[in-house]
Antibody, heavy 121, light 110 residues
């Protein structure tokens, strides 16, 4: 059974940084594209970043480009999202999601439970 | 990367069919067959219902179907049931090698 378990969220001041983790089990991380999707309180889904299987190519939404960095550790079967220079509008639940495909194309067939990031002074 | 356009809400009676539209551009919905649909209950993670325009993952009811014409994709639910009441989101791959979601549609079963 595929499972994704996010961690690393919390309360951070504007301008601060966090590293989110997503521990994967039931499949091999390097065989699937992986993604981060966020949802601000009471709002819709926003795709944030994706990485192709094998980790050779990463992609970002314009709203986070240059501040967020996605990576994977195949030895730990864990996906990461480094988020820097946080802004109030980054406040959201961050979901880790596995793609059906090896390249970032959408089709997110498994999701974690999410981790809440709150940016506030 | 503008969000895809979905109606804010749709409603229907049990047993009736409903359709939710998702409009993009030739750079996303119209340019690729990588449209997906997700169901989300409040406080829960989304669930993939349709991928690559019209494919259903294993375990998803065949009451759910997807289609696409030009820059607009559609999700149809036949024979509405009370359990279908949820928020629905479309998404598409884009020419920028990113993914974009729609704003979401709240489905109410009357």
């Amino acid at each position: 059974e595929v499972q994704l378990l996010e961690s690393g969220g919390g309360l951070v001041q504007p301008g601060g940084s966090l590293r989110l983790s997503c521990a994967a089990s039931g499949f091999t991380l390097s065989n699937s594209a992986m993604n981060w999707v966020r949802q601000a309180p009471g709002k819709g889904l926003e795709w944030v970043s994706g990485i192709n299987a094998g980790g050779n190519s990463a992609y970002y939404a314009d709203s986070v480009k240059g501040r967020f960095f996605i990576s994977g550790d195949n030895s730990k079967n864990t996906l990461y999202l480094q988020i820097n220079n946080l802004r109030a509008e980054d406040t959201a639940v961050y979901y880790c999601a596995k793609s059906l495909t090896q390249r970032v194309r959408g089709a997110l067939d498994n999701w974690g439970q999410g981790t809440l990031v709150t940016v506030s002074s | 990367q503008s969000a895809l356009t979905q109606p804010a809400s749709v409603s229907g009676f049990p047993g009736q069919p409903i359709t939710i539209s998702c409009t993009g551009t030739s750079s996303d919905v119209g340019g690729y067959n990588y449209v997906s649909w997700y169901q989300q209950y409040p406080g829960k993670a989304p669930k993939l219902m349709i991928y690559e325009v019209s494919n259903r993952p294993s375990g998803v009811s065949n009451r759910f179907s997807g289609s696409k014409s030009a820059n607009t994709a559609s999700l149809t639910i036949s024979g509405l049931q009370a359990e279908d009441e949820a928020n629905y989101y479309c998404s598409s791959y884009t020419s920028s090698s990113t993914v974009v979601f729609g704003g979401g549609t709240r489905l109410t079963v009357l």
